[in-house]
């Protein structure tokens, strides 16, 4: 069955359904006073790492993972250096897209990506995946480093989706990340690290 013939069937069953309206009061959100050691105690508390740094010395966190082989794209809000950090420990550096899937898939230890927002109540972060973006930076790598403004924190899930709703043009994919990927579903054993990154790493610049 072609992609259009089977959406149109999906389409035209979900029209028979009826329409729930869903009226969510604004103000349900909570305050957070000190969003920057909020978001790093959350972060934190759920198995991510929380580094600080000056914008121009952003790039330095890489010196961790000397030898890498690193995932990143040429989307606004990453910090200058990135190449030099990572020639510097002897890493090598491949851009999204032009690097293959298998190549990605075989070699890629690091992504590197931005993020639009950070989320102080949860410790999370929202990455868009519009060009010159993408999905495979903060997906299929085993480690996600995210590069985030610290005044780009705001203070609760309800302020993140105002944002959002402000957006004039939204992407493909915005994926609201909260700490490294996790699964309990088989056996209620906690796996950590099988459908995303097993490592989450966010620099807040200033």
């Not at 293959?100 to 075989?106: G, L, R, S, V, W």
């Amino acid at each position: 069955m072609e992609r259009a013939d089977f959406i149109g069937r999906v389409r035209d069953r979900l029209a028979a359904v009826p329409r729930v309206e869903a009226d969510v009061p604004t103000g349900w959100g909570v305050a957070v006073a000190n969003r920057g050691a909020r978001f790093e105690e959350e972060l934190t508390a759920i198995g991510g790492v929380v580094h600080r740094a000056p914008r121009a010395e952003a790039a330095s966190v890489l010196e961790r993972w000397p030898g890498r082989v690193f995932l990143t794209t040429r989307e606004e809000g990453l910090p200058p250096g990135i190449d030099d950090a990572v020639a510097g420990g002897g890493g090598e550096l491949l851009h999204w897209p032009d690097a293959t899937t298998d190549q990605i898939a075989a070699t890629v230890d690091v992504g590197l990506t931005s993020a639009l927002w950070g989320v102080a109540e949860t410790g999370s972060v929202l990455v868009s995946a519009a060009p010159p973006g993408g999905r495979a930076p903060s997906l299929v790598v085993p480690v996600h480093v995210v590069f985030l403004p610290e005044e780009r924190v705001l203070g609760t899930v309800e302020e993140v989706f105002d944002a959002i709703d402000r957006l004039d043009d939204l992407p493909s994919n915005l994926v609201l990340i909260t700490g490294p990927s996790k699964s309990a579903d088989i056996g209620m054993e906690l796996a950590v690290g099988v459908h995303g990154p097993g490592e989450v790493h966010v620099v807040l610049t200033s």
